[in-house]
């Protein structure tokens, strides 16, 4: 906890939860989805938009699923779409999107843990550089995204999901009607609730982020700039005086920044105009943002402990020597192209029982990084290895029936729990056996990137006609409906 690069994650992370407070609080994120339900025209349109709506409030998993699930919910309900449905929608829009965004309250984790993973076997790089290189390989996320608009786009299901919507296409929104369920949506909704005189515009949401965004920009130039003008690196230092703007310069000064300062710098910037934004609108006063700021930064202490026992438990592998036991015992024995789809799988199991994405993340990733340095110091392979931990963890916390954000997701479609588990698990096994056969074992070979996700979104578009059947109703019983 000490460490001057954990404590600056830590910061960033309570200070991105302060910032998305205060959105919340403003009406900006409210008033996003709002304009967005608007244009909802129809039962394709409809999940297009909620899909749209996830991408946008990508900064936050929690977030994400208590936001947009109760602002979607009547629209989608009006267009006759399963609350099952609206679940799976606003879960694979939650971790899948939250977990790949470059400005998150995920970052602090995955940078951390990368950093922490190449600090154990000597290598000296920049975590945050690493994290960026794995997000093309980032199978389970890209293609679940992808998953949803082909199959909203056909009106198109399987399984259990099928049923459901042609239940709902007739008339039954939702199989279970639990008060319990509703309930708990409001209590959980109130704490994003906007304030009672705060004025509903997209723009209380699009500033702050957006400085949030471009601020971290900035940091990140700054960052590298100062470190390697500071450093002996001549080659370097005339690349960044001769040409400062340049690509070269600016992957440079980006590869040698430290993103936990930067990160926390534009967190700390964005929260500050946040404040004077309500201040000026008068939605609160300087003393109450502040206390908004705070409680925002209290819902991500937890984040901050798990982080704070991730860290521990990588330091206790590492003086343990497990990681230097696993390389005895399967770099020898494990066939280089299979290792990222055992990553994967063994994520997969790891967060499917314990219902952790963080946890699964946490145990993972110090194994991972001397092993798949020891079978091929390639950067290439490593960075293939650590996507699989970080889309494998996120994988089995979809299937997961006790993942928190699986239980959110039913709560915020106000759906049964054990109905979106059940409808979403053979979706989740698809994209994961999709993800596995057409994206890991090519990568595992040293296909290019640029021929696997296509082949990859090939096989996923022909195994949905294969095995789904349209949901779409035709007049007649559209009027049956009505």
């Not at 702050?208 to 370097?236: E, H, K």
Request: charged letters at 15%; proline letters at 4%.
């Amino acid at each position: 906890m000490a460490d001057p690069w954990n404590a600056g994650i830590m910061l960033k992370v309570l200070a991105i939860g302060g910032v998305i407070n205060l959105v919340a609080k403003m009406g900006g994120a409210k008033a996003i989805a709002e304009s967005l339900a608007k244009k909802a025209k129809s039962a394709r349109s409809a999940q297009l938009i909620t899909w749209a709506a996830g991408l946008l409030v990508f900064f936050d998993d929690y977030a994400n699923s208590l936001i947009i699930g109760p602002m979607m919910r009547p629209v989608t309900d009006k267009m006759n779409i399963s609350r099952e449905r609206l679940a799976f929608v606003i879960d694979a829009t939650a971790a899948p999107v939250a977990g790949i965004a470059m400005i998150s309250t995920w970052i602090g984790l995955e940078v951390g843990l990368i950093g922490d993973g190449f600090n154990a076997i000597g290598v000296n790089t920049n975590a945050f550089s690493v994290f960026l290189s794995t997000l093309p390989y980032r199978f389970y996320n890209i293609l679940i995204l992808g998953f949803i608009v082909i199959t909203a786009g056909l009106l198109k299901e399987f399984g259990p999901m099928r049923e459901a919507e042609l239940r709902a296409r007739r008339g039954n929104i939702n199989l279970v009607s639990n008060k319990d369920i509703d309930e708990k949506i409001s209590n959980e909704h109130s704490d994003l609730e906007p304030l009672s005189g705060a004025k509903l515009n997209i723009w209380n949401a699009i500033i702050p982020i957006g400085i949030l965004i471009v601020g971290s920009l900035f940091a990140f130039y700054y960052s590298g700039y100062t470190t390697i003008m500071s450093g002996d690196d001549a080659s370097l230092i005339q690349i960044i005086n001769n040409s400062p703007l340049s690509f070269v310069a600016i992957r440079e000064a980006f590869s040698n920044s430290d993103a936990s300062v930067a990160l926390f710098q534009s967190a700390l910037l964005a929260g500050i105009v946040a404040i004077a934004m309500g201040v000026c609108k008068k939605i609160f006063t300087v003393s109450q943002g502040l206390e908004m700021w705070v409680d925002g930064m209290k819902t991500l202490v937890i984040t901050c402990v798990i982080l704070i026992c991730a860290w521990s438990l990588s330091s206790v592998i590492k003086e343990l020597g497990t990681a230097k036991f696993l390389i005895q015992i399967l770099s020898g024995s494990v066939p280089a192209f299979l290792l990222p789809s055992i990553i994967f799988v063994l994520g997969g199991i790891i967060s499917f029982s314990t219902g952790t994405s963080y946890g699964t993340m946490g145990i993972l990733m110090p194994l991972t990084i001397p092993l798949a340095h020891s079978i091929s110091p390639e950067m290439s392979y490593i960075i293939v290895c650590i996507s699989a931990v970080l889309t494998g963890s996120i994988f089995g916390d979809h299937c997961s029936p006790i993942s928190d954000t699986t239980i959110l997701s039913s709560m915020g479609a106000g759906c049964n729990h054990i109905d979106h588990v059940r409808t979403q698990m053979p979706y989740a096994l698809f994209v994961g056996s999709i993800a596995i056969l057409f994206g890991y074992i090519p990568a595992g070979f040293g296909l290019p990137i640029y021929l696997i996700l296509p082949l990859a979104f090939v096989a996923m578009f022909i195994g949905i006609q294969i095995f789904g059947k349209s949901v779409d109703v035709d007049e007649k019983e559209e009027s049956l409906i009505a």
